[in-house]
C-alpha cells in the first residue's frame, strides 16, 4: 500500500519555527518529485514548495522564499519542509504530496499530484 505520513506539525508563535516530514512507504520516492501544498479553512489548497527526483530542482511560492527550504533525503524515503519566521497566514494543513512531473508543474496544477498524504495541521499565533 503506497502511502505518505506526515509529521511535524503544532503550535507556534510567529516568527518561530517548525520541521516538517514526510515519510513514504510503499514505493521510493527516487522516481518522483515531491511537494508540499497547504490549504487554510475556506480557501483552495496550494502549493508551497517542490523538489525534483534526481537534480533537487526547487520552486517555491512567492509568499514562502526565504523562509521555507524543502530538501530530501532518498536514503530515508524521506522529504522535508523547514519553515522559519512563521506568520499567522502561514496557518493551514499541510500536505505532502508526489508526482511524476516537474517541480513547477506539480506546485502550480494540484491536479498532477498523484498521492497525497492524510495532513497536519500548522498553527501559527500567539
Known amino acids: 500500500q503506497l502511502q505518505l505520513v506526515e509529521s511535524g506539525g503544532g503550535l507556534v508563535q510567529p516568527g518561530g519555527s517548525l520541521r516538517l516530514s514526510c515519510a513514504a512507504s510503499?514505493?521510493?520516492?527516487?522516481?518522483?518529485?515531491i511537494g508540499w501544498f497547504r490549504q487554510a479553512p475556506g480557501k483552495e489548497r496550494e502549493g508551497v514548495s517542490c523538489i525534483s527526483a534526481m537534480y533537487g530542482n526547487t520552486y517555491y511560492a512567492d509568499s514562502v522564499k526565504g523562509r521555507f527550504t524543502i530538501s530530501r533525503d532518498n536514503a530515508k524515503n524521506t522529504v522535508y519542509l523547514q519553515m522559519n519566521s512563521l506568520k499567522p497566514e502561514d496557518t493551514a494543513v499541510y500536505y505532502c504530496?508526489?508526482?511524476?512531473?516537474?517541480?513547477?508543474?506539480?506546485?502550480?496544477?494540484?491536479?498532477?499530484?498523484?498521492?497525497w498524504g492524510q495532513g497536519t495541521q500548522v498553527t501559527v499565533s500567539s
Open positions: 510503499g514505493f521510493t520516492l527516487d522516481y518522483y518529485t
Open positions: 504530496a508526489a508526482a511524476q512531473s516537474t517541480v513547477q508543474a506539480m506546485c502550480v496544477i494540484p491536479r498532477l499530484v498523484g498521492y
